[in-house]
């Protein structure tokens, strides 16, 4: 599926939203990006070396290490870098790393014999190094020179040493929230081995259980009002009570939720299978709540569910296919589908995409001067798709979105769409375009996760930007728990007409 996109950083690390670029000698600010995991297996990628790596590389000064040169090397830069050479934004920053290399060399009495001192500062130098590096700005918000304060606001309220793990991490946190952005977080170690999909042992009976419940995934919390939907799993008991993404939970059981922290919530959602529980939701436009009742229950995520489904009196089968979520075991049941489906000459095919959140799908490769390869259909490297992908069908295609159709999800739909190999129909999309690395931290296995570059469809479509994908067929309406007649759907009746229309 990677072959139908494009996947771009932004094509101009000077404009608005474009990481740091603030030219070769410049960027020993920058220092070096050791290693980082790709988003999509956590796979390893080649490390990015920068200019000037001798005065990036950790020195000490008067015995303490700094992943920064010195003010004595920065003076020098600044001197030898004119400021015309830089935007105004860039030059700034340069300013105030400036400041803070001054004050880090001013901390000898506050550092001296603190090992910790000394270890959590370097900790959070790599990971402001790694959002200057790489982070990526879909919306064009971000300032070189606010983040280079941020990092010595950071340490300032400090007082000049975190003295330990758990206040440096609480730091990194904060910092990272300060990007505004909501998918770049810091992540602690157990979050981390999750998220590369590397549990402990101890972790395994942890994860089991997320799968037990109703299938609510939590979004922000409203102040005065309570939990905000961010999504349903598919088939899930909450998805079958036609709880839809953006729902506010106002209580669980009668127990009012605004005072009700995220584990709070996730502790009183989950519990024994069978157990029953009482969502009461509003929404908008509507002036009342309802209450919902649900079961909880094991909720496993096969990545495919198909049905033939009957077009008409002749009983003449359209191929329904629901994609749960993103993965090559998807990727290849859905290849399987569609040829099966070609040589029983089906009417068509629904994809239906609704509630699926996605998963990063390809990895950006990046060459040594740190700018992104492109990958365009049609026109692929044979070292990434040996072999360029081919037509699997020539029947009518029709694919249900929704609010909770995300990121790859989005990139598959924006991809067919742009090519004119299907119709859109349901409501508009999540607007999730853009891509996450992992990178890992020099501490006991904490991580960052950062938004590095966006996905543009065949025709230059910004999903992002332009805050998801529209239908051409506007259809409110849910799956039913997996009933698939059109009179239990009205998207799937929606879809039925068009594939009958067209066939």
Same mark, same amino acid.
């Given at each position: 599926?990677?072959?139908?996109?494009?996947?771009?950083?932004?094509?101009?690390?000077?404009?608005?939203?474009?990481?740091?670029?603030?030219?070769?000698?410049?960027?020993?600010?920058?220092?070096?990006?050791?290693?980082?995991?790709?988003?999509?297996?956590?796979?390893?990628?080649?490390?990015?070396?920068?200019?000037?790596?001798?005065?990036?590389?950790?020195?000490?000064?008067?015995?303490?290490?700094?992943?920064?040169?010195?003010?004595? =090397?920065?003076?020098?830069?600044?001197?030898?870098?004119?400021?015309?050479?830089?935007?105004?934004?860039?030059?700034?920053?340069?300013?105030?790393?400036?400041?803070?290399?001054?004050?880090?060399?001013?901390? =000898?009495?506050?550092?001296?014999?603190?090992?910790?001192?000394?270890?959590?500062?370097?900790?959070?130098?790599?990971?402001?190094?790694?959002?200057?590096?790489?982070?990526?700005?879909?919306?064009?918000?971000?300032?070189?020179?606010?983040?280079?304060?941020?990092?010595?606001?950071?340490?300032?309220?400090?007082?000049?040493?975190?003295?330990?793990?758990?206040?440096?991490?609480?730091?990194?946190?904060?910092?990272?929230?300060?990007?505004?952005?909501?998918?770049?977080?810091?992540?602690?170690?157990?979050?981390?081995?999750?998220?590369?999909?590397?549990?402990?042992?101890?972790?395994?009976?942890?994860? =089991?259980?997320?799968?037990?419940?109703?299938?609510?995934?939590?979004?922000?919390?409203?102040?005065?009002?309570?939990?905000?939907?961010?999504?349903?799993?598919?088939? %899930?008991?909450?998805? =079958?009570?036609?709880?839809?993404?953006?729902?506010?939970?106002?209580?669980?059981?009668?127990?009012?939720?605004?005072?009700?922290?995220?584990?709070?919530?996730?502790?009183?959602?989950?519990?024994?299978?069978? %157990?029953?529980?009482?969502?009461?939701? %509003?929404?908008?436009?509507?002036?009342?709540?309802?209450?919902?009742?649900?079961?909880?229950?094991?909720?496993?995520?096969?990545?495919?569910?198909?049905?033939?489904?009957?077009?008409?009196?002749?009983?003449?089968?359209?191929?329904?296919?629901?994609?749960?979520?993103?993965?090559?075991?998807?990727?290849?049941?859905?290849?399987?589908?569609?040829?099966?489906?070609?040589?029983?000459?089906?009417?068509?095919?629904?994809?239906?995409?609704?509630?699926?959140?996605?998963?990063?799908?390809?990895?950006?490769?990046?060459?040594?001067?740190?700018?992104?390869?492109?990958?365009?259909?049609?026109?692929?490297?044979?070292?990434?798709?040996?072999?360029?992908?081919?037509?699997?069908?020539?029947?009518?295609?029709?694919?249900?979105?929704?609010?909770?159709?995300?990121?790859?999800?989005?990139?598959?739909?924006?991809?067919?769409?742009?090519?004119?190999?299907?119709?859109?129909?349901?409501?508009?999309?999540?607007?999730?375009?853009?891509?996450?690395?992992?990178?890992?931290?020099?501490?006991?296995?904490?991580?960052?996760?950062?938004?590095?570059?966006?996905?543009?469809?065949?025709?230059?479509?910004?999903?992002?930007?332009?805050?998801?994908?529209?239908?051409?067929?506007?259809?409110?309406?849910?799956?039913?728990?997996?009933?698939?007649?059109?009179?239990?759907?009205?998207?799937?009746?929606?879809?039925?007409?068009?594939?009958?229309?067209?066939?």
């Amino acid at each position: 599926m990677g072959a139908l996109l494009q996947s771009r950083d932004s094509g101009d690390r000077s404009g608005q939203g474009a990481p740091i670029s603030w030219g070769s000698r410049a960027s020993l600010f920058l220092g070096h990006a050791d290693s980082c995991y790709g988003a999509d297996e956590g796979l390893p990628l080649s490390s990015i070396p920068l200019s000037y790596d001798a005065l990036t590389s950790r020195r000490h000064h008067k015995g303490r290490p700094s992943i920064l040169p010195s003010s004595e =090397e920065t003076a020098a830069l600044l001197e030898l870098e004119k400021e015309d050479l830089f935007t105004k934004d860039a030059w700034e920053g340069m300013l105030k790393i400036s400041d803070y290399v001054k004050y880090v060399e001013g901390l =000898e009495a506050v550092e001296d014999g603190e090992h910790n001192c000394v270890d959590n500062r370097l900790l959070l130098e790599k990971a402001w190094q790694v959002v200057a590096n790489e982070f990526y700005d879909c919306k064009g918000r971000f300032s070189q020179a606010a983040w280079a304060g941020q990092l010595l606001q950071t340490l300032q309220d400090a007082g000049g040493c975190l003295h330990t793990r758990s206040q440096t991490y609480t730091a990194l946190k904060a910092m990272m929230a300060s990007l505004g952005d909501r998918y770049t977080e810091f992540l602690l170690p157990s979050q981390f081995r999750q998220a590369l999909r590397r549990p402990q042992p101890i972790e395994r009976d942890y994860l =089991e259980a997320q799968f037990t419940g109703v299938g609510v995934q939590l979004g922000e919390h409203s102040r005065g009002q309570g939990w905000i939907v961010d999504g349903c799993l598919a088939e %899930s008991p909450a998805e =079958e009570a036609g709880i839809l993404q953006g729902d506010l939970i106002t209580e669980i059981d009668g127990y009012p939720t605004d005072s009700l922290t995220r584990a709070d919530m996730v502790s009183l959602l989950r519990g024994p299978s069978s %157990s029953g529980l009482i969502l009461t939701v %509003s929404r908008e436009g509507l002036s009342h709540t309802r209450a919902v009742y649900m079961e909880r229950r094991p909720l496993p995520q096969p990545p495919i569910k198909e049905a033939n489904i009957l077009l008409d009196s002749n009983k003449r089968p359209t191929q329904y296919v629901r994609m749960h979520y993103v993965s090559s075991s998807a990727t290849r049941q859905m290849a399987s589908l569609l040829r099966r489906g070609q040589k029983d000459d089906v009417a068509g095919f629904i994809l239906d995409l609704r509630n699926n959140p996605g998963q990063p799908i390809a990895q950006t490769v990046r060459n040594q001067e740190v700018i992104d390869n492109v990958w365009v259909a049609g026109d692929l490297s044979s070292e990434v798709f040996p072999q360029q992908p081919a037509q699997l069908t020539t029947k009518p295609v029709v694919i249900l979105v929704n609010s909770g159709t995300a990121s790859a999800a989005e990139v598959l739909t924006g991809a067919l769409h742009d090519n004119h190999r299907a119709t859109v129909v349901g409501q508009k999309t999540f607007g999730k375009g853009v891509v996450q690395f992992y990178f890992p931290m020099d501490d006991a296995g904490s991580g960052l996760k950062v938004t590095v570059s966006k996905y543009l469809g065949p025709t230059g479509y910004d999903i992002s930007r332009n805050g998801g994908i529209t239908p051409d067929i506007t259809c409110n309406d849910y799956p039913h728990g997996g009933l698939l007649t059109a009179s239990d759907d009205r998207c799937i009746a929606a879809a039925l007409r068009l594939i009958q229309a067209a066939s």
